[in-house]
């Protein structure tokens, strides 16, 4: 039997520290839509998103009130785009994206992922007409999420995509100047992508996923950092075995809820996303477990390492307790959405390149970055190429999602509202990459890929 | 893990005369079967937590809540949750 303990944890939790599922997310293979005549295929991916997601936001909420924790974010991914507009006129492209977008709003879903190209290795035809749409795109749909597989560790960095995704990146931001370059917050630059990554924006449904599939992210960094906070004695090997009890709880609930959602919407579930993903809202923070833990604030001198345990305690409780997880399964430090890090960076406890030491230690590293708008294309390929680099040699995913808004000087302050929150503008190196971008090229895959 | 039809009902607020009865009443009015209660006083404020079975109930979980919510809301300064046994047992049970 339950204890009364126990229960009142629970609803602790919940209502205290803001515990919840951060996303469900139904993967969707748009394989079979294929067809030579674009319109046909738009039709197709509208009748099979609609037909498969139709229920995804009722059961999310059904199940919210039958468990009582809140499931915030209902979403889907697709099959990268990219894979289905070899031999596509640019039109065609712009025409499958607002498909999407009009699919996401007809089943309630506030973002579709998957306008995505794969190219590690190289560009086709596709690809590149897919990644020169980004812009376009993410200015003129509501709900479409975009994101590029630029490096794995078994094919290195490809350096021309990483110098043309600057240039995106800077595309995007002018044409959604008058949103504070809101576009950006939409694209995502990766390596290593997970192919079941539930979170957004990064997420897509890779090709080695089945027809159909719900996938869980996780959240609940308050309740971590409440429970550090309540050992301010306990040695370090003691706060991670606590932050592995807290990791095993959240990431039950998760699987709970996956596996329910799954059930009713009669599709398989994928995996739990053990992610700590912060929100702008107070005591929902991840650079407040690290303060918690005893750093002044997050980015002073120890921020990595403190990061590197909560980080690896995440994960080996939450392994415990989900039977299959996936996706980034690592703590998210995105500017903008955590009220720490936003405080970290206005009192000059945190800069670029402490996020890009911390990049190494967990997942998306660079995330929600806010920069000048006069920072150049190649500054920012650089500094895509520093954070990839850090995934394609550890052998683990990184992503890079930087905002140059256009106008706006260190200092000055961006708000998206939202989940997306608001942030002050960073500092970027004033220090030229051009040449080394403009050299382009594929840096070869490190000796690290050679495991066979 | 088995689904059962079980729930947990919680009550949370400043204690009073006629509280239990207040929740028990719209449990029984509702059909739900109460197995176990138990309550603990934390710094003035009662918390009750009563197990109970949906299996003969006339109304689902959702509805339950809400009468429960409305009995809440009446009774001033008092938050009654209910939720499935399940979003316990599965954090804290292996």
């Known amino acids: ?452 | 893990m088995l689904s059962s039809n079980r729930i947990i009902v919680s009550v949370l607020g400043e204690d009073r005369v006629g509280l239990i009865a207040s929740v028990t009443g719209v449990l029984a009015e509702n059909g739900v079967n109460i197995l176990d209660i138990s309550q603990t006083v934390l710094q003035e404020f009662l918390a009750m937590i009563i197990i109970a079975d949906m299996t003969g109930a006339s109304v689902d979980l959702i509805t339950l809540k809400e009468r429960l919510d409305a009995k809440g809301a009446e009774l001033g300064g008092v938050r009654i949750g209910a939720q499935h046994e399940d979003a316990f047992l599965y954090m804290h049970r292996i």
Do not use: W
Request: with cysteine; charged share 25%.
């Open chain 1, 1 to 452: 039997m339950l204890s009364v303990e126990e229960i009142l944890e629970t609803i602790n939790m919940i209502q205290e520290e803001n515990l919840d599922i951060r996303t469900i997310t139904m993967g969707i293979s748009l394989r079979d839509c294929n067809d030579r005549d674009s319109d046909e295929l738009c039709d197709r991916v509208y009748r099979k998103i609609t037909g498969l997601a139709g229920r995804l936001v009722e059961v999310g909420e059904q199940l919210e009130r039958e468990f009582g924790i809140p499931i915030v974010n209902k979403r889907i991914a697709v099959t990268p785009v990219a894979l289905l507009v070899d031999g596509r006129s640019r039109e065609d492209c712009i025409y499958l994206a607002r498909t999407l977008d009009r699919a996401a709003a007809e089943v309630g879903v506030n973002f579709i992922g998957g306008y995505s190209a794969l190219v590690h290795k190289g560009f086709t035809s596709g690809d590149r007409r897919l990644i020169d749409t980004i812009p376009i795109v993410l200015a003129e749909t509501e709900r479409v999420c975009s994101s590029v597989n630029v490096a794995t560790t078994a094919a290195g960095i490809n350096m021309d995509a990483v110098a043309l995704m600057g240039k995106i990146i800077k595309e995007t931001a002018l044409r959604t100047a008058d949103r504070d370059a809101i576009g950006c917050a939409k694209l995502v630059v990766f390596a290593n992508a997970p192919e079941d990554n539930p979170f957004m924006a990064g997420a897509f449904h890779g090709i080695g996923e089945p027809e159909c599939v719900i996938n869980v992210g996780v959240s609940g960094p308050g309740v971590v950092k409440n429970a550090v906070a309540k050992l301010p004695d306990a040695d370090l090997g003691a706060l991670a075995e606590l932050i592995k009890k807290m990791s095993f709880k959240i990431t039950r609930m998760g699987e709970l809820i996956g596996r329910r959602a799954a059930e009713r919407l009669g599709v398989p579930f994928g995996i739990v996303d053990l992610s700590l993903a912060p929100t702008p809202a107070v005591g929902d923070s991840v650079a407040e477990i690290i303060e918690a833990m005893g750093i002044e604030r997050c980015g002073a001198p120890g921020t990595t390492a403190a990061l590197a345990l909560l980080n690896d305690a995440v994960k080996k409780g939450g392994a415990m307790a989900s039977s299959y997880v996936g996706g980034l399964s690592g703590a998210f430090i995105p500017v903008s959405e955590d009220s720490g890090m936003i405080r970290a960076v206005e009192c000059g406890a945190l800069n670029l390149e402490k996020l890009e030491a911390m990049t190494a230690v967990c997942s998306v590293g660079m995330d929600m970055i806010v920069v000048p708008g006069d920072t150049s294309a190649e500054t920012l390929s650089a500094l895509i190429a520093d954070g990839i680099a850090i995934g394609v040699i550890n052998r683990k995913t990184t992503a890079v999602r930087v905002i140059p808004v256009p106008g706006k000087k260190v200092g000055d302050y961006v708000e998206f509202g939202g989940l997306l929150g608001r942030s002050p503008v960073m500092s970027i190196s004033r220090f030229s990459s051009a040449e080394f971008v403009r050299r382009g090229g594929r840096i070869p895959a490190p000796i690290q890929s050679l495991t066979n």
